[in-house]
T-cell receptor, first 116, second 118 residues
Framework: GAGVSQSPSNKVTEKGKDVELRCDPISGHTALYWYRQSLGQGLEFLIYFQGNSAPDKSGLPSDRFSAERTGGSVSTLTIQRTQQEDSAVYLC??????????????FGEGSRLTVL | AQTVTQSQPEMSVQEAETVTLSCTYDTSENNYYLFWYKQPPSRQMILVIRQEAYKQQNATENRFSVNFQKAAKSFSLKISDSQLGDTAMYFCAFMIGNYGGSQGNLIFGKGTKLSVKP
């Protein structure tokens, strides 16, 4: 499809397990973002990739969280040793690098993570 | 640090009427962008409207318009002729501008849940 694709759409895991969430951005978009949305809350910034630049990891809540982006396209968010407070919807967004459209993010439908 | 505040957790409006959602922000930057995003129950966020801080003219997109008060750091969204499909969470967001064309983090408020009633 032409939009941002995220998988899985839903993931239930046990406390202590590792999970991987995948994001396929729109082709040609150089910027990729991960956000976390807890129930009834706004969006919490996690990490931002822009082209070949070093990612902005300032939003990652702990060293259990990491993300990579391979070949400037697909990104994987990994959460190690999951905790119940990690339960949330994880949203991925991509954006073209054209200043005339700065800030226009295209979001996926998110991956809902439930940690039991 | 930049912050975005939405003081109305929930609002409701009758179909065909007008509603205004409030947003204030705090920054020491002079070059930035402001946005309103919509998140319907399907969960997918959609950009509603965008405003460059250097522009004095308020942005409009069909039934959606903003009231941008830079000195007051206020950025409200007005929805005219509300429709049932406008029912959604609305998020105000802020991004620091960059003359080099790259962009940084988009900072969101906590959102306002809008219900349009028939």
């Amino acid at each position: 499809g032409a939009g941002v694709s995220q998988s899985p759409s839903n993931k239930v895991t046990e406390k202590g397990k590792d999970v991987e969430l995948r994001c396929d951005p729109i082709s040609g978009h150089t910027a990729l973002y991960w956000y976390r949305q807890s129930l009834g809350q706004g969006l919490e910034f996690l990490i931002y990739f822009q082209g070949n630049s070093a990612p902005d990891k300032s939003g990652l809540p702990s060293d259990r969280f990491s993300a990579e982006r391979t070949g400037g396209s697909v990104s994987t968010l990994t959460i190690q040793r999951t905790q119940q407070e990690d339960s949330a919807v994880y949203l991925c967004a991509s954006s073209p690098r054209t200043s005339g459209r700065s800030g226009e993010l295209f979001f996926g439908e998110g991956s809902r993570l439930t940690v039991l | 640090a930049q912050t975005v505040t939405q003081s109305q957790p929930e609002m409701s409006v009758q179909e065909a009427e007008t509603v205004t959602l409030s947003c204030t922000y705090d920054t020491s930057e002079n070059n930035y962008y402001l946005f309103w995003y919509k998140q319907p129950p399907s969960r997918q966020m959609i950009l509603v409207i965008r405003q460059e801080a250097y522009k004095q003219q308020n942005a409009t997109e069909n039934r959606f318009s903003v009231n941008f008060q830079k000195a007051a750091k206020s950025f409200s969204l007005k929805i005219s002729d509300s429709q049932l499909g406008d029912t959604a969470m609305y998020f105000c967001a802020f991004m620091i501008g960059n003359y080099g064309g790259s962009q940084g983090n988009l900072i969101f408020g906590k959102g306002t849940k809008l219900s349009v009633k028939p």
